[in-house]
């Protein structure tokens, strides 16, 4: 009877550790963890004849996205209507049109997110 009291009390002592843990693990995960939905702009490239930038992007979740393009001092000098984008890998074409050569910034945006990537347009 002894050895079973003992048997019970270590047993028991093991499976409340193993829960505190597991709860302890979870509200972690939950709480400090990276959000894993935000967007991933693969790529930038700049396309000429007509001028545009292809954009490859990953969405973990349909979203809304819009498109912003900035000079160097993050000034907006114009923006492109917002394009709802299915889960999965996608290809965003904008058409740039008449723009000097130079450094501009692209600006990626959803309701909980901004990305900006520096490109430069060189068409000479």
Do not use: C, K
């Not at 973990?60 to 907006?76: F, I, K, N, T, Y």
């Amino acid at each position: 009877m002894e050895n079973l009291r003992i048997a019970l009390t270590i047993t028991l002592s093991i499976l409340l550790v193993l829960v505190l843990f597991r709860r302890y693990r979870d509200r972690v995960v939950r709480r400090d963890l990276p959000v894993a939905g935000h967007v991933e702009m693969l790529g930038l490239e700049v396309a000429y004849h007509p001028t545009r930038l292809l954009v490859r992007v990953r969405m973990p979740q349909p979203r809304v996205m819009s498109w912003a393009l900035l000079d160097h001092g993050h000034l907006e000098l114009h923006r492109w209507p917002g394009e709802r984008l299915e889960a999965g890998e996608h290809t965003v074409e904008l058409a740039l049109g008449t723009r000097a050569d130079g450094v501009y910034h692209l600006q990626m945006a959803s309701d909980s997110q901004r990305t900006i990537r520096r490109f430069r347009l060189a068409q000479a």
